[in-house]
Every structure is written in C-alpha cells, then in structure tokens.
C-alpha cells in the first residue's frame, strides 16, 4: 500500500536568487536606463553659452551653440565693446577657419572683409558693435574655435566649443 504522500511531487529545493551578468552587460544595462533620463532632462538638446573676455580696452562678449542637433540653424553673436575713454579706429575680429568646417550656409552680418576676418571702424567709447553669424550645423562631433578682436596692441580672445548630435 503507497502512502498518499508519494503521490505529490518532491518539494523543490530552496535557491538563492542572484542576477549572472558579466561586466559589460551590466555597464549596456546601466546606459539603457541612463540615456532616456539624461534625454528627457535635455542633455542632448540644443543649448547655447555666453563667454566674455575683458581688457582695459576691449569687451567681447559672445553667445554661440554648445550643443545642437545636426542640420539646425543657428546663430552665433558678438558683442565688442570700447570700454576704453578713447575712440578705437579699427578692431578687428579673427574667427577660426576651422571652427567653421563643422557647419554651411555661414551668413556674416556684418559682411567678412576678407577670409574670416571683420573690421569695425570708428568705435567711439562706451560703444557696443554686433555680429551675427548664421550657420547650419553639417557634421556631427566636437568643433573648437575662437573669435580674437584686436586693437593696435590690445587682444583678447574667447575660445567656442560646439557639439553637434546626429
């Protein structure tokens, strides 16, 4: 005679639940839930910066893209100021041809002189002048650049960074 006991199927053993992944899959996990939170707090936006840089003599002042997605118009701007009691014949503003390869469509307002190169004549003290550029963002990855204004033998110079996201 069978016990009604024997009936029933074994009671399975008592094991410790633990999570196998190996080094890299953890670090995939890990971005898996990180990239959605840093794109809905906007890490990957657009985003602009303001740098300045100051002399006795001049103030430069300039908003550029630090962030932005690929073919997005955008607009850099800069601000030259006389901070000096003279009036400045000529400051001229240098921009690095090699910040603009990262982008088309490059509108200079003012018109450039000549190769990336404007001039402002007759800056009175006290007085702000404004440049824009207007540009389009055609290759992904990190641009550096900087935008120098100078007068006689005062220079200053602030450096522009731009990431462009696919």
């Known amino acids: ?37 840093c794109a809905l707090l906007g890490v990957f936006g657009p985003a602009s910066e303001r740098a300045t840089a100051t002399s006795g003599v001049l103030k430069l002042e300039v908003r550029y893209p630090a962030r932005l997605r690929f073919h997005l118009d955008e607009r850099i701007v800069i601000r030259v100021t006389n901070e000096s009691q003279a009036a400045l014949d000529t400051v001229t503003l240098n921009f690095s041809e090699s910040y603009f390869h990262a982008f088309s469509a490059l509108t200079f307002t003012p018109d450039l002189d000549r190769a990336h190169v404007i001039e402002l004549e007759a800056l009175s003290p006290a007085e702000t002048r404004t440049v824009t550029v207007e540009l389009t963002a055609e290759r992904y990855g990190i641009t550096r650049g900087t935008v120098v204004a100078e007068t006689g033998d005062t220079r200053v110079a602030v450096p522009l960074s731009t990431i462009v996201f696919p």
């Open 1 to 37: 005679m069978q016990d009604e006991r024997s009936n029933e199927p074994p009671m399975p053993p008592v094991i410790p639940g633990r999570l196998l992944m190996r080094h890299s899959e953890l670090v995939g996990v890990i971005l898996l839930a990180v990239l959605p939170l």
